[in-house]
């Protein structure tokens, strides 16, 4: 089991404590784990230019920084994407990441490696704004591909400071104890669900107008217009 951690930021805090203890539950299961820190592992932020979309991954300006990402993530069985609560939202590191991964969207160009995968969401905040992000979050992965897509969130009411110090310390570990063993049975049975099945199937019939010639010439090329299937 490979798993590819893509945390929102270096800061220390409740979120990067939550995060080792999931990690310690996988690894007690054999897990090998990866790691990108964000905005350190890329810094950059998207112009806005759609080369990605309209003329291929290739031409975006970052291109030779969010290439090796990408395939590190496409290498991993389990995709954790965490990030604390800024501001109602995920970090700005963590939204410039997703971004940059629009064309890779089943409206475009997804990955046959996507399907299949596991994901987890793990956030904490101050206060508000768990819901929210674990939204954001989730809709990016499910529009990758992966139907199975956990969420762990926690509201400590205390800012910058670590779940270790939070009174409902022992809750915590037991939740993530919890949800823990339910992406290792996902891991497990590698489905892909009805709703990707559905949205899989809906661009397709997008892709054969050919509104966009690098995604339609994409899918041609997969023979995903002639009936196959990357799941």
């Not at 700005?92 to 990441?97: D, E, I, R, V």
């Not at 910058?160 to 049975?185: C, H, L, M, T």
């Not at 339609?216 to 002639?226: A, V």
Request: glycine share 10%; aromatic share 10%.
């Amino acid at each position: 089991m490979r798993i590819l951690t893509v945390i929102g930021t270096a800061h220390n805090g409740n979120t990067r404590a939550v995060t080792d203890l999931f990690l310690d539950e996988f690894r007690a299961e054999g897990a090998e784990t990866d790691e990108i820190v964000l905005p350190k592992d890329f810094d950059e932020f998207c112009c806005g230019c759609a080369n990605c979309i309209l003329h291929g991954e290739d031409k975006c300006p970052h291109y030779h920084k969010i290439a090796p990402i990408l395939e590190r993530m496409e290498k991993a069985d389990l995709i954790i994407l965490a990030t604390p609560v800024f501001v109602g939202s995920c970090t700005g590191g963590m939204k410039a990441l997703l971004d940059h991964l629009a064309y890779i969207w089943l409206v475009h160009r997804p990955r046959e490696s996507m399907f299949g995968k596991t994901g987890l969401i793990i956030t904490s905040a101050g206060g508000s704004g768990v819901k929210a992000t674990v939204k954001l979050l989730k809709s990016n992965m499910n529009y990758w591909g992966i139907s199975g897509v956990h969420s762990y969130g926690v509201t400590t009411m205390k800012m910058g400071g670590n779940y270790i110090d939070y009174k409902d310390k022992d809750k915590i570990k037991k939740q993530v104890k919890s949800v823990a063993r339910k992406v290792i049975r996902s891991l497990k049975a590698k489905k892909t669900g009805f709703k990707i099945r559905f949205l899989f199937g809906l661009f397709g019939m997008t892709q054969k107008n050919g509104w966009n010639r690098t995604d339609s010439d994409y899918w041609k090329e997969k023979g995903w217009l002639d009936g196959k299937k990357p799941y």
